[in-house]
Nanobody, 127 residues
Framework: HVQLVESGGGSVQAGGSLGLACQVS????????IAWFRQAPGLEREGVAS????????NYANSVRGRFTVSIDKDKDMMFLQMRILQPEDTGTYFC?????????????????????WGQGTQVTVS
C-alpha cells in the first residue's frame, strides 16, 4: 500500500523560502493526483497545491498562488513544494496526500475529502 513521508519543514523568517518534499513508497505513484495540505492550530486542514500525476496540471490556493510551486519527480517517486516569500500565516503542519488512480478525477483537488492517503506531516513555522 502507498505510504507518504514528508520532510523539509523548519523555521524561517518572514519573507524567506523553504522547500518541502514528500516521498511516495509502497507502489510507485498509483495516484491520480497528489497534493499538499496544511493545518494551523485550531483551524481546519486546507488545500495548498495539487498536481495531477499524468498531466502535471497544477492547482493552487489563492493564498499561495505565485509564491508556492508544486512539482513531482516520477523517477524518484517524490513530490516537492517550493515556498517563497513566506508569511506568518503560512505557519502550520504541512501534509502530503494522494488520491488513488481508480477514484478518478477529483471534483476539487484542494479538498480534504478527495484524498484518503496521508502523510504524518512536517512543521513549518514562519516568524
Amino acid at each position: 500500500h502507498v505510504q507518504l513521508v514528508e520532510s523539509g519543514g523548519g523555521s524561517v523568517q518572514a519573507g524567506g523560502s523553504l522547500g518541502l518534499a514528500c516521498q511516495v513508497s509502497g507502489n510507485t505513484f498509483p495516484s491520480y493526483c497528489i497534493a499538499w495540505f496544511r493545518q494551523a492550530p485550531g483551524l481546519e486542514r486546507e488545500g495548498v497545491a495539487s498536481i495531477a500525476i499524468r498531466t502535471t496540471a497544477t492547482n493552487y490556493a489563492n493564498s499561495v498562488r505565485g509564491r508556492f510551486t508544486v512539482s513531482i519527480d516520477k523517477d524518484k517517486d517524490m513530490m516537492f513544494l517550493q515556498m517563497r516569500i513566506l508569511q506568518p500565516e503560512d505557519t502550520g503542519t504541512y501534509f502530503c496526500a494522494a488520491r488513488p488512480w481508480d477514484e478518478g478525477v477529483p471534483n476539487d483537488p484542494l479538498r480534504v475529502p478527495e484524498y484518503n492517503i496521508w502523510g504524518q506531516g512536517t512543521q513549518v513555522t514562519v516568524s
